[in-house]
DNA sequence: GTCTATACATAACGTCGCTACCTATCGGCA
DNA sequence: TGCCGATAGGTAGCGACGTTATGTATAGAC
């Protein structure tokens, strides 16, 4: 997967591993990897700040726990991060449908 | 369309338009906003200096000329061109399906 | 004891689309 | 005569954000 493809659709995604239930980061790293067929492998330095950047925005709420001897932050979904992820989820279909009718492949 | 998601697909849209034979910039983008439906209506700011780094990277070839006293310049693909823009293509294809299959839409 | 997996973090960097602005010609309209 | 909109091209500076590189720390395996 080239670099910045990703830009602008990578915390739909985080929004949308979240919406299953509370995960801590490293989590959400395996289970996109998974979720992709193993084609999104995030660096820890792309994943975090997002995360960051999502909590800042108020889409998601995190808290400390300790699982292990290690600590973990685990993130849930808010109302407002519900929202945003289905808004994401139908600008998403319309940026795809529309690159795909520009390029001329049909759509998916 | 929000901003930054065009990023890394934009190349691949220019390289799509101008697949249908010889067009200038400014044609280019009322081409792309045809064939968007309206959706992409391409700042100046950001397609020249994309066509700039098209033809620096050898995708595509310009030349100048003049129609009704305006100076235009013109671009063609180039066979490197013909070529980045299957695999432009082929890795939008793959990008959509892997998006589409995390964010839980059904791949359009 | 060293290595790998787990778990989080941040600084510096590069890419690239956008905003804002500039130059210039032509035709229409007042 | 003068202004405006469409046509046609250009660049400087900015900002967003994903990546690279690096650092900290614990647990378990070998």
Redesign the interface.
């Known amino acids: ?5 990703l ?3 990578l915390e ?2 985080l929004l ?2 979240l ?1 299953s239930g509370e995960q801590h980061g490293y989590a959400i790293v395996e289970e ?1 990897k998974s ?3 193993g ?2 492998t995030l660096p820890t330095g792309t994943v975090y700040p997002a995360l960051h950047r999502l909590e800042t925005a108020g889409l998601i709420a995190g808290r400390w726990s300790v699982h292990g001897g290690r600590r973990r932050r685990s993130y849930t979904l808010t109302r407002a991060g519900n929202r945003a992820l289905s808004e ?2 139908s ?15 049909e ?2």
Do not use: C, N, T, Y
């Open positions: 997967m080239k670099a910045e493809v830009k602008g659709h739909g995604m949308a591993v919406e996109l979720r992709s067929g084609h999104i994401q989820r600008s998403w279909r319309e940026f795809a449908d529309v690159v795909s009718g520009v390029l001329g492949v759509p998916a």
